[in-house]
Every structure is written in C-alpha cells, then in structure tokens.
Nanobody, 114 residues
Framework: QVQLVESGGGLVQAGGSLRLSCVAS????????VGWYRQAPGKQRELVAR???????DYADSVPGRFTISRDNAKNTVWLQMNSLKPEDTAVYYC????????WGKGTLVTVSS
C-alpha cells in the first residue's frame, strides 16, 4: 500500500522553528518528486516546497529562505525544516507526490502564535 505519513507539527511562537517529517511506504521518495503542501483555514491547499528526483528544491514565494526541504532515500523520508515561522504559516501540512498526487494523508497541524 502506497502511503505517506506526516508528523512533527505543533504549536510554536512566531519566530520559532519546526521540522516536519514525511515517511513513505510502498513508494520510493528518491524516485519521485515529493512536495510539501499546506492548507490554511478557509483557503485552498497550496504547494510550499518540492524536491525532485535529482535533489533540486523549489519553494513558494512566501517561504524561500525560511523553509528547507530535504530527503533521505535510505530512510525513505522527506523533511521540511521551517524557521522564522509566522502566524500566516498556520495550516495543516501534507506531503504528497508532485504533480500526480496519491490519496492525501491526515497531515500535521502547525499553529504559529503571534
């Protein structure tokens, strides 16, 4: 069964940091472009970062310099390091393949207080 499971969210003050994890099963993260997405209350889900099979990373305009996506093929895991968090980063964060998504997981909630 192909599955991506997110974890690492929580409550953090503005300016703080969190590291999100995405553990894959049934699929190799190193053979796919994997993205971190987020959905804030009342808003559409958006792509915030992605890492290609070659290891190149792309970021949404709202996060470059603050978020870093990385991958460990041996652990079949993709991380999202989030620094200098802002209240507007509050959202449920998901990982999924890009561009052809598999069924979405539960995500992990990130709440940034001001």
């Amino acid at each position: 069964q192909v599955q991506l499971v997110e974890s690492g969210g929580g409550l953090v003050q503005a300016g703080g940091s969190l590291r999100l994890s995405c553990v894959a099963s049934g699929i190799a993260v190193g053979r796919n472009t994997v993205g971190w997405y987020r959905q804030a209350p009342g808003k559409q889900r958006e792509l915030v970062a992605r890492i290609t099979t070659g290891g190149s990373a792309d970021y949404a305009d709202s996060v470059p310099g603050r978020f870093t996506i990385s991958r460990d093929n041996a652990k079949n895991t993709v991380w999202l390091q989030m620094n200098s968090l802002k209240p507007e980063d509050t959202a449920v964060y998901y990982c999924n393949l890009f561009p052809n998504n598999i069924p979405w997981g539960k995500g992990t909630l990130v709440t940034v207080s001001s």
